[in-house]
């Protein structure tokens, strides 16, 4: 009998109002995937992106995460299996990087459990990762946007789920960061984890991912991998605006006409 998959969609339609976001969407994610959701703004990639991780109910159609709905499992079971980054980013109350990376730890923790030295370790390599190892003891108020970025992404690094779902996890990162970004996420696929991220390039999505979805803003999509998939043809009418492929040394990129 084959593994269950990490994530499992079967004929999914989302709205958000009266718009419609996708429609009879079918997808997979197993250990080793990496899924590359991209599209225009206003398309719907946040709000699918928040079906998957069971934030918003779907309009018709399932979403299984390790084999159960999300009714199915309690909160603190699904944050074992999945973790979130989202867009937006909130610290009401001082706190340090090195007590934020840890908050990753919560959902291994029992109700009145402290954080033990194994997860103090956790925290502190996942700082290590993003490069804020220097930062443990600075509060998080005083951090520029791309380093709170880096930070989130430390504190998901830090939940160590299977499954990692990133909405616009370059926002706020330099070139550099954004490799090293993709660099870590890559790492963690090629040691049995998953993930599905929002991106806006695609030409990072065709070198950091094994598959890609395309929303095409109407409801329409198209999932397949990333070679065959993103073309100039279909790129050009995702983003209506006409793009050519440049190959360089076994690089892929996408620029604009």
């Known amino acids: 009998m084959s ?18 976001v996708c429609r009879d969407l079918n997808l997979h994610i197993a250990s080793g995937d990496a899924l590359m959701i991209l599209g225009k703004n206003g398309a719907g990639k946040s709000t699918l992106l928040a079906t998957l991780a069971g934030l918003r109910a779907p309009y018709k159609g399932r ?38 990376a840890l908050a990753g730890r919560h959902p291994h923790l029992g109700r009145w459990q402290w954080e033990g030295e194994a997860d103090t370790r956790l925290a502190q390599s996942a700082l290590a990762e993003v490069g804020l190892q220097e930062f443990e003891t600075r509060d998080v108020q005083t951090l520029s946007g791309g380093e709170r970025q880096r930070l989130a992404i430390a504190s998901l690094l830090t ?25 870590i996420l890559r790492r963690r696929v090629t040691e049995g984890a998953a993930f599905a991220a929002v991106l806006h390039e695609p030409g990072l999505a065709w070198r950091y991912g094994t598959q890609a979805l395309l929303m095409y803003g109407d409801g329409e999509t198209e999932i397949g991998a990333v070679d065959p998939l993103l073309t100039p043809e279909r790129l050009s009418r995702l983003y209506g605006h006409p793009l050519m492929r440049v190959e360089q040394a076994g690089r892929v990129a996408f620029v604009p006409v």
């Open 159 to 183: 939940q160590a789920t299977p499954l990692m779902l990133l909405d616009e996890p370059l926002t706020h990162l330099d070139l550099n960061h954004q490799i090293a970004a993709l660099e």
């Open 3 to 20: 593994a269950v998959p990490l994530l499992q969609v079967e004929g999914l339609e989302v709205r958000i109002g009266t718009h419609l």
């Open 63 to 100: 979403v299984l995460l390790s084999g159960q709905a999300y009714a199915e499992q309690d909160a603190r079971t699904a944050a074992r299996r999945r973790s979130w980054l989202g867009q937006q980013r909130g610290d009401p109350f001082a706190a340090t990087v090195l007590e934020a």
